[in-house]
């Protein structure tokens, strides 16, 4: 019986160093993780008169714990008011991301990319973008994400400076993984 119990105080005693022993998981990203984002899309012209929907893949790559460039791809399905027709159009672009640390698991940021928009009954043309989203990790490698964006289109950098105020807004709801 006192065996028992010495053996059992041992094992509770050990418990903190046992803890401590196994470290915390690093939460978010580190130098050279990569991710991968799997979104759903909607967009609306500024005047919010043509919706589009859609899905959105993306790869990044980090730099360090903040920094991030990577590669999107999009397909949208949109329904274009007064004519009764629906198209499908795609998107591909470059991006780079910088996050912010403001808590464990939150991560604002915002970002750039420049890229080009292609499909039936739209003009296929360059865009810029500016954007700014949050990414709350679930687990120590999974997070959602939400987002919205600003493109800005043209065909040739002449047009770069008209093109801003023609521009649309994206937004992003999705779920990432780092690996």
């Known amino acids: 019986m006192m065996n028992r119990k010495l053996v059992l105080g041992f094992l509770i005693s050990m418990m903190p160093v046992l803890a401590l022993a196994q470290g915390k998981a690093l939460i978010g990203p580190e130098a050279g993780d990569k991710e991968f984002v799997l979104s759903g899309t909607g967009s609306s012209q500024n005047d919010l008169d043509t919706l589009t929907f859609g899905i959105l893949g993306g790869l990044g790559w980090y730099y360090n714990r903040n920094l991030e460039f990577g590669v999107r791809q999009g397909v949208n399905y949109a329904d274009v ?73 043209f065909n040739n950098l002449s047009d770069v400076d008209d093109a801003f105020d023609d521009g649309a807004f994206v937004y992003t709801v999705g779920i990432g993984y780092l690996f």
């Open 81 to 153: 008011p007064n004519d009764g027709d629906n198209v499908w159009n795609g998107s591909t672009r470059g991006f780079v991301d910088w996050h912010f640390i403001a808590t464990e698991r939150a991560r604002p940021f915002i970002g750039a990319s420049l890229g080009g928009v292609y499909g039936e009954r739209i003009d296929d043309s360059g865009f810029a973008g500016l954007e700014a989203g949050i990414k709350y990790f679930v687990r120590p490698k999974t997070f959602i994400l939400g987002a919205a964006e600003y493109q800005y289109f």
